[in-house]
């Protein structure tokens, strides 16, 4: 878990906390690493990484992560996640936008890169046409 409720962070300050919460990815494997952090609407910030698996299919996602410490704290709102690497723009995954559809179909993702320059655009935009809970009513 990142910082405290209070004061919103910037887009940048976003980016850096997803790019320290990459300091701890967990890739013996694919040694691609990737940080993300999750701005609830409070304001508080949950981060997490990669962590990869012997047994590939376990691993899980730095999106993934940071949502599941987020919900699991009882954060159930999200404004924007920043995602970082140092390699190529680290785009969600498939299981990630979905995950993130469920809780934020509104989330605004920033995509950075090694030198923290970002794309920055909505979820919705990654994931069209979403399925999410009001797909079951
Ligand atoms: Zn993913």
Known sequence: TGGGAG???TDAEL???AFKA???AYTPYSHFKVGAALLAKNGM???GCNIENAGYTATNCAERT?????????????TAI??????????????C???LYEFAPG???LVAQRDHSFVKLPLSELLTHGFGPKSLL
């Open 15 to 17: 980016i850096r906390a």
């Open 66 to 78: 940071a949502l599941f410490k987020a919900v699991s704290e009882g954060a159930r709102d999200f």
């Open 97 to 99: 936008r979905q995950m």
């Open 82 to 95: 920043a995602i970082a690497s140092n390699g190529s723009a680290p785009y969600p995954c498939g299981a």
């Open 45 to 47: 910030v949950y981060t």
């Open 7 to 9: 004061m919103k962070p």
């Open 22 to 24: 990459r300091s701890f």
């Open 107 to 109: 989330l605004t993702v």
